[in-house]
């Protein structure tokens, strides 16, 4: 649940990304500053019932940290998002997680190269007389060989863990679209002014 100070706060951050903006383009950090905003705050109907427990202890609290609000919102729409149009930000996801996922590949050639090694060995053995001298080398071969398979699995299937969890984590950048910005701040906006208006009544009603 988002209040409105911590909105100030993430805006003002999004503020200093736009204005800064050049034709380098932008850090996966910034990207990800941007679309976590919008992720996180585009619950309205959460942030207006934190208000309303806002309003109920510090009446005075929401309404100067509302005002700053407005004053960070004329600031975004100031400054606006063409800088950030160009921005690819799938692209600049993809090449975020692409080192997990070659971590993961690579591990994973050496896991399927020691499983066919393995087999291999394995299905020689099938053909071998158990008593002889040959079977028992190549049998120690083969536990050594799944062994190795067996540390490899693992290894691999913690990479491809730690590739899907780094997807699922920051996957808002890649569905982030510049104008999701503006649509978001003009729902805060509204939601700014009609606590002031609220507020405002409320004082109007006191004896």
Request: glycine share 2%.
């Amino acid at each position: 649940m988002s209040s409105i100070s911590d909105i100030i706060t993430r805006l003002q951050s999004v503020n200093s990304i736009l204005s800064s903006c050049t034709d380098s383009g932008l850090s996966f950090d910034d990207t990800l500053t941007l679309s976590a905003f919008y992720r996180d705050c585009s619950d309205t109907n959460s942030i207006i019932a934190a208000a309303e427990k806002e309003v109920a202890k510090d009446a005075d609290r929401l309404l100067s940290d509302t005002v700053s609000l407005l004053s960070e919102i004329e600031k975004f729409s100031a400054v606006g998002v063409a800088g950030i149009q160009p921005v690819n930000f799938e692209n600049i996801f993809e090449q975020h997680v692409k080192p997990f996922e070659e971590r993961y590949e690579s591990v994973k050639a050496i896991s399927t190269k020691l499983w066919q090694e393995y087999s291999a060995i394995s299905n020689r053995l099938d053909f071998l007389p158990l008593d002889t001298d040959e079977y028992k080398t190549l049998n120690a071969e083969c536990d050594a060989k799944k062994s190795a398979y067996d540390t490899a699995r693992e290894q691999t299937n913690r990479l491809y863990d730690d590739w899907q969890q780094e997807r699922d984590r920051y996957f808002c950048v890649y569905c982030f679209k510049p104008m999701f910005l503006d649509v978001l701040v003009e729902r805060l906006k509204g939601i700014a002014e009609s606590i002031i208006t609220d507020i405002s009544r409320m004082r109007e009603d006191k004896p």
